[in-house]
């Protein structure tokens, strides 16, 4: 069984930094694509960032860009996304997800920017 | 970057109706589209990709169509478990950009 488990959101200053990690398991990570979309509240979905299944190539949203890096770990089936400058528009659920499109999504973590 | 533009943004149907949602690309994606489904409360779901290729598991009831730039999300008949939201998203380059959601109420 495919699973996704995120992991990191927490409640951080604006101009903090947080890095959220996503655990894979039930299929070969390495050989997917894997994304981060997140969700403000009452919003929308926006898609932020993806990674190719070697980390030999990244994507981002326009707002994330030099704010946030993605990243993964092959070895130890895990994805992440550090996410520095924290400001009040990024407090969301932030799902992680396998690639091309989104066939399995993680639960989400929450995380809330605020003074 | 392309943008995609989802309509309507909410609709209200009945029971058994046929409901259309439709997406347009500001620019041609072939037919690297996919349709997800998201129940209040709930995370996001597959539902079509590839523009018209159902996902396992979902219901026949659902079915998309289009490619280049016009695409529709068609349920033939609607039932009270698809309130929910639907969103269209692009993925025929390394960015995937979704449209702003449709929301389904009975």
């Known amino acids: 069984e495919v699973q996704l488990v995120e992991s990191g959101g927490a409640l951080v200053q604006p101009g903090g930094s947080l890095r959220l990690s996503c655990v894979a398991s039930?299929?070969?990570?390495?050989?997917?694509?894997m994304s981060w979309v997140r969700q403000a509240p009452g919003k929308g979905l926006e898609w932020v960032a993806n990674i190719k299944e070697d980390g030999s190539a990244e994507h981002y949203v326009d707002s994330a860009k030099g704010r946030f890096t993605i990243s993964r770990d092959n070895a130890k089936n895990s994805l992440y996304l550090q996410m520095d400058s924290l400001r009040a528009e990024d407090t969301a659920v932030y799902y992680c997800?396998?690639?091309?499109?989104?066939?399995?999504w993680g639960q989400g973590t929450l995380v809330t920017v605020s003074s | 970057d392309i943008q995609m533009t989802q309509s309507p943004s909410s609709l209200s149907a009945s029971v058994g109706d046929r409901v259309t949602i439709t997406c347009r690309a500001s620019?041609?994606?072939?037919?690297?589209l996919a349709w997800y489904q998201q129940k209040p409360g709930k995370v996001p779901n597959l539902l079509i990709y590839a523009a018209s290729t159902l996902q396992s598991g979902v219901p026949s009831r659902f079915s998309g169509s289009g490619s280049g730039t016009d695409f529709t999300l068609t349920i033939s008949s609607l039932q009270p478990e698809d309130v929910a939201t639907y969103y269209c998203?692009?993925?025929?380059?390394?960015?995937?950009?979704f449209g702003q959601g449709t929301r389904v109420e009975i």
């Open positions: 039930g299929f070969t990570f390495s050989n997917y694509w």
């Open positions: 620019q041609g994606i072939r037919s690297y």
């Open positions: 997800g396998r690639e091309w499109p989104i066939d399995y």
């Open positions: 998203q692009d993925y025929s380059t390394g960015l995937r950009t």
